[in-house]
């Protein structure tokens, strides 16, 4: 595609039930970068792939969020048990197999949990 | 780990010269990346120092030392579309990339 697509962009949901955020790299773009960011706060980092794989994983708040990323490319984040804290806007982002190779974002799906 | 630090706002006016300052900590070290968020959009890349020194791209400058763990954004020429937050961005080990809390810059009149 064109660029990073996410969906859904905008989910309201219930405290205590499950969500899924999807995302949709650039095509051939290896690397693939979810961070979380509050309004007006700075991106926190949550995880990252290369390929298929997750390198770190540590900066995902509790055992209630997982991802996976399948085929090297779509990737979804899950938060189970959602808690009003989780209300935030999740980026997703893509980039080549290099370091000086830029993040392209999609335009975040914004979770909101009453 | 990594942190980051940056200034939390900035202003300055249009037509002028701006510095956004970026200190970090880092247990692993490629280089240092600038990106652009205006409010309500995604943010957009800006700039990369893997070496020392300034890369020029425009209006926009990028410097980085290394062994101070230091970076700045140049702005000049400021214009009213330039207000934004600015992050930077460590790009460590396995291509992780940890950004700074930001810097949100106003430009006025």
């Known amino acids: 595609g064109a660029g990073v697509s996410q969906s859904p962009s905008n989910k309201v949901t219930e405290k205590g039930k499950d969500v899924e955020l999807r995302c949709d790299p650039i095509?051939?773009?290896?690397?693939l970068y979810w961070y979380r960011q509050s309004l007006g706060q700075g991106l926190e980092f949550l995880i990252y792939?290369?390929?298929?794989?997750?390198?770190?994983k540590s900066g995902l708040p509790s055992d209630r969020f997982s991802a996976e990323r399948t085929g090297g490319s779509v990737s979804t984040l899950t938060i189970q048990r959602t808690q009003q804290e989780d209300s935030a806007v999740y980026l997703c982002?893509?980039?080549?197999?290099?370091?000086?190779?830029?993040?392209?974002f999609g335009n975040g799906t914004r979770l909101t949990v009453t | 780990g990594q942190s980051l630090e940056q200034p939390s706002e900035v202003t300055a006016v249009e037509g002028a010269i701006v510095q956004i300052n970026c200190t970090y900590q880092?247990?692993?070290?490629?280089?240092l990346s600038w990106y652009q968020q205006h409010d309500g959009g995604a943010p957009t890349f800006l700039s990369y120092?893997?070496?020392?020194g300034l890369e020029e791209t425009g209006r926009f400058s990028s410097f980085l030392s290394r062994s101070d763990s230091y970076g700045y954004l140049l702005l000049q020429e400021l214009q009213m579309k330039d207000s934004a937050s600015y992050f930077c961005?460590?790009?460590?080990?396995?291509?992780?990339?940890?950004f700074g809390t930001g810097t949100k810059l106003q430009v006025i009149p």
């Open positions: 961005a460590v790009v460590g080990g396995y291509q992780k990339v940890t």
């Open positions: 982002a893509s980039s080549q197999d290099s370091n000086n190779s830029p993040l392209h």
């Open positions: 120092n893997a070496l020392d």
């Open positions: 880092t247990s692993g070290f490629y280089g």
């Open positions: 792939f290369q390929g298929n794989s997750a390198p770190d």
């Open positions: 095509s051939g773009h290896t690397a």
